[in-house]
């Protein structure tokens, strides 16, 4: 089964500002962990929410596009990885983990 796994950010988060040096060397380190467990499918870094664009279905059949995040919230998704794990306790000791060395909160959910 896949999960996912998602840090949650302010919209106002910014790496290069709030990240340093130890706490990129804890998610190095998750990363390796993952890699070595042979856990990890993928995983990506999302630019700050205010650099989406939302597309909208319209009744008329065409699709209206718009800056910015598609739901307005104080917080987005930063980052996630994608885990090919046996149960959701292992996605759960993974997003433990992830939520420690991203000092972030953290959503884990099963895929389909």
């Excluded at 996630?80 to 959503?107: H, I, M, N, Q, T």
């Amino acid at each position: 089964m896949q999960y996912l796994i998602a840090i949650h950010r302010p919209d106002s988060y910014d790496a290069a500002a709030s990240e340093d040096d130890a706490m990129r060397r804890e998610i190095d380190g998750l990363n390796e962990a993952m890699v070595s467990a042979g856990v990890r499918v993928f995983v990506g870094g999302l630019r700050p929410a205010g650099s989406a664009v939302s597309l909208r279905p319209q009744p008329d059949g065409s699709v209206l596009a718009g800056s910015g995040p598609y739901l307005r919230a104080g917080e987005h998704v930063g980052g996630f990885w994608v885990l090919e794990l046996a149960s959701l306790d292992e996605a759960l000791d993974w997003g433990r983990k992830a939520a420690l060395a991203c000092r972030a909160p953290v959503e884990v959910r099963p895929f389909h």
